[in-house]
């Protein structure tokens, strides 16, 4: 079997009756012609326990006419959801073969017990409308699908484009997607059919996702590594997206983690990401922020202090007052959240921000700073910004009871900033001992930074709560307003009596990731040459 090179590929989400309007659109049919139909027939093995799912691999057998192919796929998460890797071959019959997988990513890990327990878990039956572009050295095929996946008692209707970059600048792969949303509605898309599939299979709700960092390498390009970071964070945005259109409280959350890290790395590898789309790019992330902060603010304002508050006041009608007024407003943010990722505002950020990180100006700037550090490999990059960010927290840290609201919001993103590096580079330093000192320095900055970040909920909620006390509620008599004073008078003294003890846990947390020990690797200092003692003539 040979080996493939890794593919890179763009998926969009088209609704069925837009796949019509595209192809009878003048500027798409003026670029794509000559199609090719095909129905492809595809059945995907796997063992009962999911051992190739778990391993990150899928086996396929497709039908095509009366020809056969096995594929063998890594699957599309964090990192790998715009390039993965694939071997193909022709077979006979409808079952896998098995014969001569040693070169694939499968044959490690292909034991006779794996060997026997593969059986069909689900398939894809698929109208597949095919064309090809070329020019400009670069070949594209645009693949549209139409189709369903099937499980044994359930199925999901696919609608989808496929672009994929056989060879040439990945940019032109965003600038058809970009027209092709020009004409349609269409959303980049991070999950596969593969992966649809086993979630259709084990009926899978719609549910958060968290964060999976990529795996970096020494020796890699500090650029490469940036492309596998913000891949990893996009697909972590894109992937909750379908949970906060539901109002999910979590799904929210993992987006607006996703957005963190995001802008994380970008801080992190800004030495080398100094273009002109940068500045678009970073307002348009602050925007969505900005557009999800009301409703997280008031997600964990109903959790972690209207809940336990009124089990506490159970018989104070000023909390039950005061919990449907938060919880109209809630309503209203998880609304505005929702509409922020159906917008064609949010498909757009998704669509650019993707394309800078794969292919933007940052990426083949002849600048020479720029280049330099594009080109250094990672393991000194990430030592050189872990130090610096390590030093920077230890001073500023060190006064933690003594500084202003303000200088510890600064502290606090600064904490995460370094948390979030420490994460995205921890695989670049190998062995026992580095990953227990990162597992120590990340937990705790996670701590500092939680703790820091609850002193902020605080003054966030004592100020929606000062509201209420300065500006009584319309259509409620005086003794509902008072009741109501009342009720955020108790919730601003509970989160009063909270700072002290976050700053304690926060400064206890500063003083371990002070005391801890590096995980990386400083770039050894080339020595200057060490001057001979003056010589005079009486010691001659």
């Known amino acids: 079997m040979d080996s493939e090179p890794k593919e890179i590929e763009l998926k969009l989400r088209v609704a069925p009756e837009d796949i019509a309007v595209l192809r009878n659109h003048p500027d798409f049919a003026g670029v794509f012609h000559d199609p090719t139909h095909e129905t492809l027939n595809s059945v995907y093995f796997d063992s009962g326990d999911r051992f190739l799912r778990d391993h990150g ?20 998460i964090g990192s790998n959801c715009f390039e993965r890797s694939q071997w193909e071959q022709a077979i006979e019959g409808d079952q896998p073969d098995l014969t001569r997988v040693m070169d694939t990513a499968l044959g490690p890990i292909l034991t006779d017990d794996v060997r026997n327990t593969l059986k069909p878990v689900f398939e894809t039956r698929i109208e597949r409308t095919a064309y090809h572009l070329n020019g400009n050295d670069t070949a594209i095929a645009m693949a549209i699908d139409e189709g369903q996946i099937v499980a044994p008692d ?23 997607a970009r027209a092709i949303s020009d004409i349609v509605p269409a959303q980049l898309d991070v999950k596969s059919k593969s992966e649809r599939g086993y979630e259709l299979v084990e009926k899978t709700p719609v549910t958060a996702e968290k964060a999976c960092d990529p795996e970096l390498s020494a020796g890699m390009s500090a650029g490469r590594a940036f492309t596998l970071i ?3 964070c996009l ?25 963190r890290r995001l802008r994380a790395a970008i801080s992190v590898f800004s030495d080398m990401l100094r273009d002109d789309r940068i500045d678009t790019i970073k307002s348009e992330l602050r925007w969505l922020a900005r557009e999800f902060g009301p409703a997280r603010d008031l997600d964990t304002l109903f959790i972690e202090v209207l809940k336990p508050l009124r089990k506490q006041h159970a018989n104070e009608p000023g909390f ?15 609304r505005q ?19 800078w990180v794969e292919a933007g100006p940052w990426s083949w700037s002849e600048d020479p700073l720029m280049r330099a550090s594009r080109e250094m490999p990672i393991e000194i990059y990430a030592a050189n910004q872990l130090s610096r960010r390590r030093k920077k927290i230890t001073r500023r840290g060190a006064k933690i009871g003594n500084l202003s609201p303000e200088q510890l919001h600064r502290l606090r993103i600064q904490g995460k900033k370094a948390r979030y590096a420490a994460e995205f580079f921890s695989s670049v330093y190998q062995g026992k001992k580095s990953a227990k000192r990162s597992r120590n320095i990340i937990s705790s900055l996670m701590q500092m930074q939680n703790c820091l970040g609850g002193i902020n909920d605080v003054m966030t909620r004592k100020a929606l709560c000062a509201d209420i006390i300065a500006s ?7 003794e509902q307003n008072r009741h109501r004073a009342f009720a955020a008078g108790l919730i601003i003294g509970d989160q009063q009596a909270q700072i002290q003890q976050l700053l304690d846990r926060a400064r206890k947390a500063h003083s371990r990731f002070a005391g801890a020990k590096i995980f990386w690797k400083l770039p050894r200092q080339p020595s200057a040459a060490v001057p001979s003692p003056p010589t005079s003539a009486g010691n001659a």
């Open 57 to 76: 691999l899928t086996l396929r057998v497709r039908h095509i006419g009366d020809k056969s192919v096995q594929t063998i796929k890594t699957a599309n």
């Open 154 to 176: 359930a199925s999901c209707p696919v609608s989808e484009i496929e672009l994929e970059l056989k060879h040439g600048n990945p940019a032109e792969l965003f600038k058809i």
């Open 230 to 232: 913000g891949r990893a």
């Open 235 to 259: 697909r972590h945005l894109v992937a909750n997206e379908p949970a906060t259109k539901i109002r999910d409280a979590e799904g929210l959350h993992q987006m607006r983690v996703a957005l």
């Open 320 to 334: 039950v007052s005061i919990s449907k007024m938060f919880a109209r407003k809630r309503l209203k943010s998880h």
């Open 337 to 355: 959240a929702q509409e922020a990722v159906q917008s064609a505002r949010f498909c757009t950020l998704v669509l650019d921000t993707a394309e």
């Open 472 to 478: 009584p509620g319309r259509g409620l008599t005086a």
